[in-house]
């Protein structure tokens, strides 16, 4: 039999036992062990694609290390080694591609919005949303929609490098020689704003200035030159939806995308207002000399075009002033009377990569190179909108014309999906595209080709209305 006093030793020692289960597990988890030091030195890798005027997607980031070492006190110091690549997309992308499989990849990459999908499916890149969290006092001020275009499957998987517009540009030349008053062409981007002009009206406007000799005969409206986001603008612009909220499966509209094939038949061969070599046109010998010099009736194109052109077409002609005397702009006309105008944006993102070692120094460099001060010296040097709520205040960006007067274009933007499988969808509806613009196929044929290979090809991802 226990004495008294051994009993009462194991009673308060089963009493302090259950006192401190139990405050273990009011406590949670118990805490980490803190992070390894950093070491003296990190060296970031970051690969971007960019043009002559585009550099600052690179050079920023190196900036950045300079603000990011400052920071750190002196403890550590970030050396950037950035690659400004002007390679194509596709080769830029392929190269990315091979770099992560065989894990030899940057720890900071830059690409579009879309390849969120495909490269977080994959492993390539980490999702964000822990670090988007922890320094939200940066974070926040990244104006709220664009925050769309970098979820795929409930996370974020990138932070908006720059973003811009793709507007319908017209010559104020040739309206000028059709007839129309400095007001009527002063008041074309409200009447496209309003509705009252429409893709109808843009077809009818283009074929009269080739009957009456304004432009050359298939120079009344010019298309984009390649496969790309922008033809999207005018699948909208008929009421076409490209994703679900609800599920993330990809939609094909019939009714919408028989009105778009309708729409570019007619461009292509019954008005004839767009020439048919247009499509595959060399941007530097054709398309971008053609535009500038006023000579083409109506193109949709995108604003960081502009920069390209004051620079590298028309600076002996007067650079951007000249663009203003030659070039109106607006958004893609309504597809009726009354109805909303659209444009598309195709964010450009930061992603870290998976195989980096020192991510969160990554995610600091690239919040870094998100300044107001910093990122509007590639909105205006490149033609780019900004990202952050603070920035169309600041006083380089708020005295830039082009970009002010676009910028409420992102009030009736859409974006491409971020699906996995959109290129299968894109690869798809293009090539029904070229043959419609070549008379090759009619409307209706062309929708029966997109159904039957989009079922054959992609099956349940695909919601048919």
Known sequence: MLSYKRWFILVALAITTILIVSACASAGPAAAPPAAELPANIT?????????????RGKNIVTAAERLNKELGGKTTVKVEANIDSAGWADYKKKALLAFEAKTGPDIILSGHEDGANWGDNGYILPLDDLIKKYSSVTDNIIPALWKSTEYQGKRWSIPQDTEARPMFWSKVALKKLGWSDAD?????????????????????AKQMQDKGVVEKGNGFWTRWGQGNDWYEFYYSFGGELQDPATGKLIMSKDAWTKYYQFFYDAFNTYAVSRKDCIGASTSKVVYPGVTSGNIGFYFGGIWQWADWATNFVADKGGEKYLFDTL?????PASTKGGKPTTVTHPLVYMVSSQSKYPEIAFRLIMLASADDLNTLHAIGSSHLAINKTQSNFPAYANAKFLQSTTYMLDYTKFIPNHSKFSIYDNITWKALTAVAAGEMKPDQAVKLVEDELKAQMGNDVIFK
Do not use: M
């Not at 109106?328 to 893609?332: A, C, E, K, V």
């Open 328 to 332: 109106g702009y607006g958004l893609i």
């Open 44 to 56: 970031i890798t970051v690969w971007v694609q960019a043009n002559q005027v585009e550099e600052y």
């Open 185 to 205: 062409i002063n008041g074309l981007p409200d009447k496209v704003k309003s509705g009252q002009f429409t893709l109808q009206d843009l077809l009818e406007t």
